[in-house]
């Protein structure tokens, strides 16, 4: 099993990525603050299912990776650091906005938030390089199966990004209202956040590749 303190890392990863502006926090604030809080979890139940497609894919891709050309890993770790110095650009670079300045989006049907939030979350580039990049740093062949690692890293990102989404969709309304009126937070916030994924990174690319 992948040790303790190697799935700290991790869901503080996850915990990063989820806070980083993208896609999905940018359409469930929007969705929360334009239809209020009932569709902006319906929204989020749809993009928890599309999670699970992300986390099989890359459970049953990595575990065919990893026991057929091992030395792919070394590419994957080089992408996965470059990913996260990307994002640590995106929140750093001057005029980069708030994903609380929420878009004007019409009323929907619960059938249709459930799928506008699925269809969302499995087009979301910034998930899709997470579970292919990163995930491969926190799999150690010699701890067991390489798809039940992967399912239980999948699981801990489901878990993180659903408690982090579900209090945005929550109190969407009243964090845009805050940030408002405290910009100086926001810009701390990016910072300290653009500098922790520099510092992943730099983890990322120091570690000894793993072998099977």
């Not at 603050?33 to 319906?42: D, E, F, N, S, V």
């Amino acid at each position: 099993m992948i040790p303790a303190h190697d799935l700290l890392i991790f869901a503080a990863a996850c915990l990063l990525m989820v806070l980083t502006p993208g896609p999905n926090m940018i359409y469930l604030i929007s969705r929360s603050i334009c239809q209020g809080r009932k569709a902006g979890i319906t929204s989020l139940v749809g993009v928890v299912a599309g999670f699970f497609v992300h986390m099989f894919a890359a459970a049953a891709g990595l575990t065919a990776v990893f026991l057929a050309v091992p030395m792919a890993y070394e590419a994957l770790k080089w992408a996965g650091a470059l990913y996260l110095l990307w994002m640590a650009w995106q929140a750093l670079k001057p005029g980069a906005r708030s994903p609380f300045e929420a878009r004007d989006l019409a009323p929907d049907s619960t059938p249709k938030l459930m799928l506008m939030g699925f269809m969302t979350s499995v087009l979301n580039p910034k998930v899709a390089m997470f579970y292919l990049s990163i995930f491969p740093q926190f799999i150690t062949p010699e701890h067991g199966s390489v798809f039940i690692q992967s399912l239980v890293l999948g699981f801990t990102q489901i878990t993180v990004s659903f408690s982090v989404n579900l209090l945005i969709a929550l109190f969407a309304s009243g964090i845009a209202v805050w940030f408002a009126r405290n910009p100086t937070w926001l810009i701390a916030q990016r910072f300290v956040m653009g500098f922790v994924l520099a510092g992943l990174a730099i983890r990322l690319l120091l570690e000894q590749r793993k072998t099977v």
